[in-house]
């Protein structure tokens, strides 16, 4: 799987939107990008994940370039339960392992 | 959506005894279920990947006589820490996927924190 880099951490106010960079510059054509993040002590959660064109959900906004060599995840209104470490994945779709990198450690604050 | 149960939540054990933790897929057949680790402050590593009815597969520098993994079906995965010593304390996370599911990446269930005293 191509490597990831993102920055180690992130400030945000509550409710503003939340913008955390990715670099993927090794990324394959058939791999896909992938966002997690983990709340402290629980679980990693599934955000969004995308190939090369923008996606949306209920959760976030994801932003490939156009040469796929970098990404931004948004959320649109931060909020207290925001915080966390966020990770960036790339990643073949189908049966393949997801490997974690450091993420990005956003701190969301009133 | 797919949902992963993990038990225990915390647990304590003393030196040298063993411990099993329980990863369940409650709403959906987990075609493979992983292992992973976490030090605190640092990242996930993965420790092994089951597939329903076959061996593991270890990752490289985990002991799979230390670590026992069994995935009897396609709901159940354990783990189990043998002979568990203070260096084997870290939180312990399972995860799960099914076929259909693979493209959307695994759900992971809420993890474990091991103790060894």
């Known amino acids: 799987d191509a490597k990831t880099t993102q920055p180690p951490s992130m400030d945000c106010a509550e409710g503003r939107a939340a913008n955390l960079p990715c670099n993927h510059s090794?990324?394959?054509?058939?791999?896909?990008v992938y966002w997690y993040r983990q709340i402290h002590s629980q679980g990693p959660q599934y955000i969004i994940h995308g190939l090369k064109n923008n996606e949306t959900n209920e959760m976030a906004s994801l932003i490939i370039t156009e040469d796929r060599k970098s990404s931004t995840l948004i959320l649109p209104h931060a909020t207290l339960r925001d915080t966390a470490v966020y990770y960036c994945?790339?990643?073949?779709?189908?049966?393949?392992?997801?490997?974690f990198g450091k993420g990005t450690m956003l701190l969301v604050s009133p | 959506g797919a949902v992963v149960s993990q038990h225990p939540s915390r647990v304590i054990c003393k030196s040298g005894t063993s411990v099993k933790i329980e990863c369940r897929s409650l709403d959906f057949q987990a075609t493979t279920m992983f292992w992973y680790r976490q030090f605190p402050k640092q990242s996930l590593m993965l420790m092994a990947t089951s597939n329903e009815g076959s061996k593991a597969t270890y990752e490289q520098g985990v002991e799979k006589d230390k670590f026992l993994i069994n995935h009897a079906s396609l709901t159940l995965s354990t783990l189990t820490v043998t002979s568990a010593h203070p260096e084997d304390s870290s939180f312990y996370i399972c995860s799960a996927g099914a076929e259909t599911q693979w493209d959307y990446g695994y759900t992971f269930g809420s993890g474990t924190r091991l103790t060894v005293v």
């Open positions: 994945i790339v990643r073949a779709t189908g049966y393949s392992t997801l490997t």
């Open positions: 090794t990324i394959s054509g058939n791999e896909y």
